[in-house]
């Protein structure tokens, strides 16, 4: 895991396929008051990968990380596969939270299409690679302003894929592919949520984050002008400070 700042908890968790590494502009302006933390999810970063990577199973991990961090309760949150994460851990152990970030997320679960396209994408990362995988999500991980005027990021999410194994990225589609529905479990939160959207998102279009904000009682909903999916890394001053202002107004 990484970690930065010291005093109240926020854990946040990564987008697939990626690691905590994409959490390091977020742990560079960590705000005052706040101690961050990102650990690599299941399947990704080094070490073994699992044989499998339930979201429920990364959100038990999440749990006994808090755990060995002597952590009771915090804020804790997750972009898109993150958020999925965030979601299981709200259905498992409502007690923990005592704030919520949901960025480029939904609730809902895979379409058919959807789990058509997870089944060929774990065809694909087991016969060519993570390599395959990064060309294939590349595209639509970042936003058009990202790839026509930030071409150092596609560099970098390129390295995070890459370095993850294709087991570990295999265990995780399947994961995907198989989440339940969480829509009900946001109905049950009450702590207050940040909601956070990508104006140039092609995976999670503004309008399912705008139905997700008004689904939750306490919610924020921030839309981020020349953001795509990984608006956290695409415009992380804008990303923190949206962050920053929330926590200092809630928690
Ligand atoms: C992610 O960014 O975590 C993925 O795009 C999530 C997904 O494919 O559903």
Redesign the pocket.
Known sequence: YLEAGSGWPLVLLH??PLTADLWRPQLERAPRGWRLLAPDLRGFGPGVPPTSASLDEMAADVEAFLDAMEIDKAVIGG????G?VTMALCRRAPARFTGLLLA?TRPGP?SEDGRAARNAMMALVRTKGSRAVADQ?LP??LGTTSQRARPQLATLVRRLIEGNSPDGIAAAIAG?RDRPDSTAVLQGVSVPAMVIAGEEDA?IPVSESEAMAAALARSQLVILPAAG??SSLEVPDDFSEALGTFLQANL
């Open positions: 987008a697939f972009l898109s596969m993150g999925y480029n895979d999500m639509k991980l995907l995976i999916h990984l």
